[in-house]
């Protein structure tokens, strides 16, 4: 196997699946997960996210028969509008609940999960260093960009 060759030769560092690293602990969300363009994980999160929107608006239509079809076509416009946007800040859960779309994400995958493989190129240690690094070139480029607008 080509990524074992890599990891015997120390290209690799480490080796895992999608499922053991982002989607077993129930404190993550949708914003930890790695993102290439044509995951599969991608459009599994899609179809999730309007099952959980269209469970949602099957309970609030109860109300009354011509709810029902109106709210129905509102949110397909609403679905289709907000593809493939990640928000800025995650939604807090009720009650400490897990976020739903992990939990289901969570379980479709974990039967599959050694398809889902995750190559370390560099250790978990080197990508925090990089991580605060640009962190503080980002903080410092903003101090300054805030300092110019102070003195003109």
């Known amino acids: 196997d080509m990524l074992v060759k890599a ?3 120390g290209i690799v560092t480490e080796m895992t699946n999608l499922h053991d690293e982002y989607l077993a602990d129930p ?3 949708a914003t930890v997960l790695p993102y290439f363009e044509g995951d599969y994980w991608v459009g599994e999160a899609e179809n999730i996210i309007k099952d959980l929107s269209d469970d949602e608006g099957d309970e609030d239509s109860s109300r009354g028969p011509g709810l029902k079809s109106k709210s129905k076509s509102k949110r ?3 679905t289709k509008s907000r593809r493939g946007v990640r928000p800025s800040r995650p939604a807090p859960f009720r009650g400490g609940e897990r976020d739903p779309v992990m939990a289901k994400l969570a379980s479709i995958i974990e039967p599959m999960k050694e398809a889902f493989f995750v190559a370390r190129l560099h250790d978990k240690d080197f990508a925090r260093r990089m991580h605060l690094k640009r962190q503080r070139q980002l903080d410092a480029g903003a101090a300054g960009a805030q300092q110019q607008g102070v003195s003109a």
């Open 7 to 9: 990891r015997d030769r």
């Open 76 to 78: 397909k416009v609403k």
């Open 27 to 29: 404190e993550n969300d």
